[in-house]
Structures are given as C-alpha cells and as structure tokens.
C-alpha cells in the first residue's frame, strides 16, 4: 500500500503520529518550520508491505502402491517453486520442495487402504501459510482373491501384477510363495499369473510379490475335502457311522463304491444318492476306534469316533436359587448327554419340591423350568431327575431354592454363651431375614474391646472361638447390610469358666480279625458322669482315626490293619466343659480268610524253600542289606515279614508283561515288575530274613473286570502259610483285595517259578 503526502497541505491537528512513525514533536509545524521546508520535498512516498495469500490443491484421489500423491502450490496470480510442502499421514511427515509448476509430489509408500493426509506449506517473508486435507485411497499393484475348492478341483490360483500406475505388468517374471515353496511365473499380456494348487485339504497361505513396487499381497487358497462325516463322531452301541463322499466339483459321489477300513478289516460300500455310505456299528463294543475313509480320487481320511454303551450317560446341572420379595421365581435344570448333540431336547424331567413331583420337557437347549412363584417364603431342597430311555442312562440332581418374603434382617446367638477355658469354643451368630440364613454376609463382632470381621457361612453363621481368660465378658455385633438387606445389631454377655477332668474308658475287646475292627470308647468327667462333644483320635499301626463323641459318651473307629499286635492309643481333645485325657491297649488282629494258596494252616517248611534260584537270587548283597536295614529293631516274625511286604507294595511299580523279565534283583533296581518279578522279589527277601517262603500260580477274576494268569506268594509264619500279594496298595500281609479270593483257580505251588 503506497500513501501520498502533500506537505502543502498537511495539518498539525490532522496528523496521527502513531499511525506513521513519526513522534510527536516532530509532528508539530509552526508557521516559522513551515516557511524552512524545501520545495524538493514536495510530495513523500510512505510504503506499507503486505504478504500475499496462497492455497493448496491436489487433484489426486487415488494412487497405486509406490505412486506418488502430489498437491499444487500458488499464489493469486500464479504458481510458486521452490517452496517446501510437508504432508502428514499417520504420524510421520515428509517434505517436497515445488518445481516449477508448483508442483509438490512425494511417495508414501503406504499400503494399500484410505487415509487422510494433511498438506501445509509454512508461508515465507513474502507469502502467507496454507493447508490442504485430502482424502487418498492408496490401491494395491497386484489383485487376487482367497480361493475354496475341492479336492482336485480345477480352480487354480490367479493373481494380476500392475506397475506403480496402475498398467499392467504383461510378460513379466513374478514369484509367487505357495505354502512355503516359491513359484516364478511369467504373466501374460494382461498381467495375469495362472498356477495350479493341488495339495491336500487343508488352507494354505500364498504371497505373491511385484518385481516393480516390492508389493507383497498375502491370499488364502482353501483345498476342501471330499470326505466328510455324516453323523456326529460319538455313538451309541447298535448305531450306524454315515461318511459323505463328494467329487472334484463340490457335488455328491451319488451310487458309486467307495472303501471304509475299520477294526483291520476293509469294506467297499455303495454310496447312496445323496452320496453317503453307511457303516453299520452292531456288536462294536464301547471304546474309540479309527474309522479309514478312502475316495475315488484318492484321498484317504480317518475319523476317530467313540463308542459308548448302549445308554449313554447324561448329567443334570442346575444351580443354587435365591428369590427376594416381588422377584419372578423361576428355576432351570440342564440335560446334557455323552453325545453332546441334541439329543437332549424333548426329555421328561422330574422335578421334586415341598413333597411334589412336577414333570417337565427340556426345550432346545435342553433346559427344562418351572415356575415357583406360588410358594412361600423357606428353603426348599430340589431333586431333579431324569429316568434315562433305551439309550440313555438316568441322572439326578439336588439343588437348593431360598425365597424371602422381607428384606428385614435379624441377629441371634445360636450357641451357649458359656465358654471353658482353653476349650477355644466358638461363639456363634446366626444373620437372618425373617428366618431365611443369608450366606456371605459380614457381621462385625466386638468381644474384649478386639473387633473381628466374619463372613457368613451357608447357613447365615459366623462364628468366634472364645480364648480369654475366666471371667465375664460383653459381646456386640452388627451388620453393615447392603443395597437389599437392612443392617442389624445385638449384644449379649458371655462367660469363661474352668473346665474339669475327663476320663477315656475302653468299652471294646482285646482280639480282632484282619477283616475290619471297630474299637469303642466310653469318655465321662471325674465321676463317671458321660459327655458329649469334642473329638477323639485313635492311633495304629502308625494311621490316626477320629470320631465324634456322641451324646451317650461314647466314640466309635472303625479300621483295617493287617495281623500283628499293636499298642493302640486314644486321646479325648477336650471339649466346651472337660480337659484332655487318653489311654491305651495292646490288641492282638488274627488272619481271617483261609484257603488253599491264600492263608493255611498246619504250615510245613522245605529247605527247597529257603534256597536260591535263577530268578531268586537268596542273600545278594543289595538285597540282603535291604532286608537288615527293613527288620532293624523289630523282634516279632509278623512285624518282620510286614515290614518286608509294605516295601516291596509302597516302593514297586507295576508294569504288564509275561513271565519273568528282571528276577529278584533286577527288580529292586528297576522299581517295576509284573505279578511273577514283584513275587520273585518278594520270595528273595523273605528267605534272605529267614523264612520260608513260596510261589502260588493261579487264574484269578481282578476287580477291573478281568479274569487272567496271577502269581503271588506265601510267607510261613509260626504254622501257617500267610499270602503276599503286594501287586495292589488294597493289599496287605495275608489280605488280598484286588481279585476274588472267593472265586479263583488254583494251577500250582512252586518252590522256583519255571517261567
């Protein structure tokens, strides 16, 4: 902007100093100044500079990878060089200085997608700042789909190659990576790459790269197999396994013979029209079994299917109910079956509450549900049922419904508030909604100026053992309540007095068989008076035993040890009013099954019986050390040979072969035998601690179900052959428990096993 000044006719009052520059002393003329002026200074030139304006614009919408995305950069008038341009896109940014069209261009190398790119030139002394947002799709250099066929179908993989401009790249060498394996491929005069993919079904990944750009474009070739199941994997006794057969094309392989192998055997099976063939299942036992299905084209697949009974198992599943005031009262129980399809849908169940029976069909899903909304308030046990069909097994299932009629809540001591010293006894508080428990809540209780924090238990319990000293003590407790129930609170006072003597009185026998054995205890105070509460523990054999004492005083244990005699110890661990006490009493547990090649009397030893033999090497050094180290300290023959029996059953594993494979000590060292190397351990350490000692072969029926070949031992103690069969941790010094002893043939007794 240029201003013109005509001092001839500038006033002082019409001067604005600030606006010119000039100060404000020097803008006020006298007539005298004025007279001084020279006439060359007729007119002054004022100049104002300012910058001009520009603006950005790109007519590009679309590129090809590696291409380039260019904008224009001008003025009013015309276009500018030699300016730089920045572009941003997705957090980076690139710089490009204009040529001489005002052109700013650069390569993003962005892959393939749309983005949003921001153009700004920064303006210079002469022109202004500017910016530009575009929209740019940035399109791939090759073209190429995800693919499914068939097996030996004749889709091929098909790709087209372009340059940076999108042209295409006609005869050129492409690579192409199919599952690993790298392919070159010429294109034709279209860009086009053609190449068969004939691999087995399954999904392969294939890259193809441009020789130009570098693009790299990642497709999936799917390969489908012409053998699929028909019918689910799993199968009931009697069913039939149904295979679909298909050709290269997708469609079925209608009346053609086909070839199934199963349990060894092959079969060749016509398809029917829709292209199944049909396995027939009758007499396959319960077990998994591979199903070998084979095409005419060639491919071969397995199933592996599942065989079950001929009722399936089924499992009813449900849960806990709780209902508050005006909620819908609504519960449901799941069917579910070993075949895990729908085989669950339509079945009747039996849902018992408050001493009726409703019954009920499951839905879809196999859910079946009632509606309880005319029962009042309680806590109902619910039994649900499923009486099974000729292929289905029953079920049942018990679960628990709790409805509340109030929100309201109470607190209620529901234990004495009597307390013996030492006894830990537990102070209990029961948290309640009219009557209902309520479950995992917390109550805070206040006892001796110490708070505890308790969570309630399935029955609305919280509970505090009292351990202070004898006196008189006040108790407060609360609830904090939450977003349904009201808080509540309560105190009451509690006692700690001191507890008196107690007494542990046998109340049972001396004698016992090796069977079972029930000892019985009498406990009472200082008078003979009997208690009731607290614990008791029997100790045998090493194994502890408890037993609640009832309220006639008395405690029950019910154990299983061997033959031998034991010191057994009983301890009375208190309760709310009695100290401890114990006592004890030296028992003696006899054989109880006799038979021939199990327990006998009238025992006859045999030197034949002591000696060595191949597999039973008597008196080897690791062996006979074992055997000094096992019977250290112990005087009895029966403790001895237990002592022997429990090593080799507690350290040995058992391992199925035929006859013998390591001998006596092949299988100390190894850890593991059959029946026949566990005996010739067994019979190896016996002798070698002095006993005699014998193999006994027999055909015996096993608690698994099968009936085979067994060998096992006897060991003479005093008259009488006790057995040894330690094969089984069920098994003890002369108790077999793992096969019948009721029903077994017996082939032989050897002094050494010929086998």
């Known amino acids: 902007m240029i201003l013109v000044l005509s001092v001839g006719t500038i006033q002082a009052s019409d001067v604005n100093s600030t606006e010119i520059g000039i100060d404000e002393d020097n803008a006020l003329l006298d007539e005298d100044s004025s007279e001084n002026l020279s006439a060359s200074l007729d007119e002054v030139s004022l100049t104002e500079s300012a910058k001009n304006q520009t603006e950005l614009s790109s007519p590009t919408e679309s590129v090809y990878y590696s291409g380039s995305f260019s904008v224009t950069l001008r003025d009013?008038?015309?276009?500018?060089?030699?300016?730089?341009?920045?572009?941003?896109?997705?957090?980076?940014?690139?710089?490009?200085?204009?040529?001489?069209?005002?052109v700013a261009s650069v390569n993003l190398k962005l892959k393939p997608g749309k983005y949003s790119i921001f153009s700004y030139f920064d303006g210079d002394d002469d022109y202004d700042a500017c910016n530009l947002t575009s929209q740019l799709n940035v399109l791939p250099t090759i073209k190429a789909s995800d693919i499914t066929k068939y097996y030996?179908?004749?889709?091929?993989?098909?790709?087209?190659f372009l340059d940076g401009s999108g042209h295409a790249l006609a005869n050129r060498a492409v690579t192409v990576l199919v599952h690993g394996k790298k392919y070159t491929k010429n294109t034709n005069s279209k860009g086009v790459v053609s190449l068969p993919v004939n691999l087995k079904p399954g999904t392969y990944r294939i890259v193809a790269t441009g020789p130009i750009t570098g693009f790299q474009l990642t497709t999936n070739f799917n390969i489908l197999p012409t053998i699929t199941p028909a019918t689910k994997l799993k199968k009931v006794e009697g069913e039939t396994f149904k295979v679909k057969f298909l050709k290269a094309n997708g469609k079925v392989l209608a009346k053609k013979y086909v070839k199934i192998k199963f349990r060894g055997k092959t079969y060749k099976l016509k398809t029917n029209a829709n292209g199944i063939a049909t396995l027939?299942?009758?007499?396959?036992k319960k077990g998994t079994y591979n199903v070998v299905c084979r095409n005419n084209d060639g491919l071969s697949k397995t199933f592996k299917i599942n065989v079950y009974q001929r009722k399936a198992s089924t499992k009813l599943t449900s849960k806990d109910y709780t209902f508050l005031p005006d909620e819908k009262r609504v519960i449901k129980v799941k069917l579910t079956t070993a075949l895990d399809d729908t085989s669950n849908v339509g079945k009747v169940i039996k849902i018992r509450i408050n001493g009726k029976t409703y019954s009920k069909k499951t839905d879809g899903d196999g859910v079946a549900s009632i509606d309880l909304s005319s029962f009042k308030k309680g806590i109902y046990t619910v039994q649900y049922s499923y009486d099974g069909s000729k292929y289905f097994k029953a079920s049942k299932s018990t679960k628990s419904v709790k409805i509340f009629d109030t929100t309201d809540t109470k607190l209620t001591v529901k234990s004495t508030t009597h307390f013996g010293y030492g006894a830990g006894t537990s102070l209990k508080v029961a948290y309640t909604a009219g009557g209902i428990p309520l479950a995992k809540k917390t109550v805070k209780l206040v006892i001796n100026g110490k708070t505890y924090s308790k969570t309630t238990d399935a029955n609305g319990i919280v509970a505090v053992p009292i351990n202070l000293a004898i006196g008189s003590y006040n108790v407060t407790y609360k609830s904090t309540g939450d977003l349904v129930f009201s808080p509540a609170s309560g105190s009451c006072e509690i006692d700690v007095f001191q507890r008196g003597p107690s007494k542990v009185l046998w109340k049972c026998g001396s004698s016992y068989k090796d069977n079972s054995q029930t000892f019985k205890v009498l406990v009472t105070d200082s008078k003979g008076k009997a208690t009731s509460g607290g614990m008791a523990e029997l100790t045998i054999d090493g194994e502890t035993y408890t037993a609640t004492v009832g309220s006639d005083g008395y405690a029950k244990f019910r154990t299983d040890v061997a033959i031998g005699?034991?010191?057994?110890?009983?301890?009375f661990n208190g309760n709310n009013d009695l100290l401890t006490s114990s006592n004890s009493k030296t028992v003696n547990v006899k054989l109880s099954k006799f038979g021939n090649g199990i327990n006998q009397k009238h025992a006859k030893g045999s030197s034949a019986y002591l000696k060595s033999s191949s597999h039973c090497k008597v008196g080897s050094k690791a062996i006979k050390k074992l055997v000094k180290s096992l019977t250290k300290g112990l005087t009895s023959k029966v403790d001895k040979a237990k002592a022997i029996f429990n090593y080799v059953r507690d350290t040995l594993d058992y391992s199925y072969y035929y006859n013998s494979k390591y001998g006596a000590s092949g299988t100390l060292k190894q850890k593991k035998g059959n029946c026949v190397d566990h005996s010739h351990l067994l019979v190896a350490m016996f002798r070698t601690a002095g006993f005699n000692a014998r193999y006994v072969h027999g055909r015996c029926h096993f608690g698994d179900g099968d009936t085979t070949g067994h060998v096992w031992t006897q060991v003479k103690i005093g008259s009488k052959w006790v057995c040894a069969d330690a094969t089984s941790y069920r098994n003890s010094l002369g108790k077999i428990r793992n096969w019948n002893t009721n029903s077994y043939t017996l082939h032989a007794k050897y002094a050494s096993l010929p086998f």
């Open 76 to 102: 009013s008038n015309a276009t500018l060089s030699n300016r730089t341009v920045h572009f941003s896109v997705n957090d980076v940014i690139y710089d490009a200085v204009s040529d001489i069209n005002g």
């Open 152 to 160: 030996k179908g004749g889709t091929q993989y098909t790709a087209t």
């Open 280 to 284: 027939s299942l009758k007499k396959v």
């Open 565 to 571: 005699k034991y010191n057994v110890k009983v301890k």
